[in-house]
């Protein structure tokens, strides 16, 4: 079973709208759609559910996320983690500073406002 089948029959079975459940669990109603029908409208593959949305769904039915998993088909791909956006490669000598003021225990804080101070005096 999927989420999306359990969710469904959830609410089927508690008499709740995508919009009751999308209120009660702080999912989107389009989101609800696509997980029940397992299928993305733009490019019909199947969703992968984040985790996230797992304890979301499993707050709303009022059950642990690892007791809603162990109801989903074991092979049932969740995304473990959001992804997260590529960090910016530094260039080694930025990189040796910002290390160098971390091991000396400089605050960032201090180091921005070094650094509004010399972009002002790039301006004049």
């Given at each position: 079973?999927?989420?999306?089948?359990?969710?469904?029959?959830?609410?089927?079975?508690?008499?709740?709208?995508?919009?009751?459940?999308?209120?009660?669990?702080?999912?989107?109603?389009?989101?609800?759609?696509?997980?029940?029908?397992?299928?993305?409208?733009?490019?019909?593959?199947?969703?992968?559910?984040?985790?996230?949305?797992?304890?979301?769904?499993?707050?709303?039915?009022?059950?642990?996320?690892?007791?809603?998993?162990?109801?989903?088909?074991?092979?049932?791909?969740?995304?473990?983690?959001e992804p997260q956006?590529?960090?910016?490669?530094?260039?080694?000598?930025?990189?040796?500073?910002?290390?160098?003021?971390?091991?000396?225990?400089?605050?960032?804080?201090?180091?921005?406002?070094?650094?509004?101070?010399?972009?002002?005096?790039r301006k004049k």
């Amino acid at each position: 079973m999927t989420l999306g089948e359990y969710i469904k029959g959830y609410r089927k079975s508690n008499d709740m709208t995508m919009d009751d459940f999308a209120k009660k669990s702080g999912l989107s109603k389009g989101y609800i759609s696509m997980l029940e029908k397992n299928r993305h409208p733009q490019n019909g593959k199947p969703i992968t559910p984040t985790l996230e949305t797992c304890k979301k769904a499993a707050s709303a039915m009022g059950l642990s996320v690892n007791d809603l998993l162990g109801k989903l088909d074991p092979d049932t791909p969740i995304e473990m983690a959001e992804p997260q956006p590529e960090t910016p490669k530094l260039d080694g000598v930025y990189l040796s500073f910002a290390k160098q003021a971390q091991d000396e225990g400089i605050d960032p804080d201090d180091i921005m406002r070094v650094l509004e101070v010399l972009k002002g005096a790039r301006k004049k």
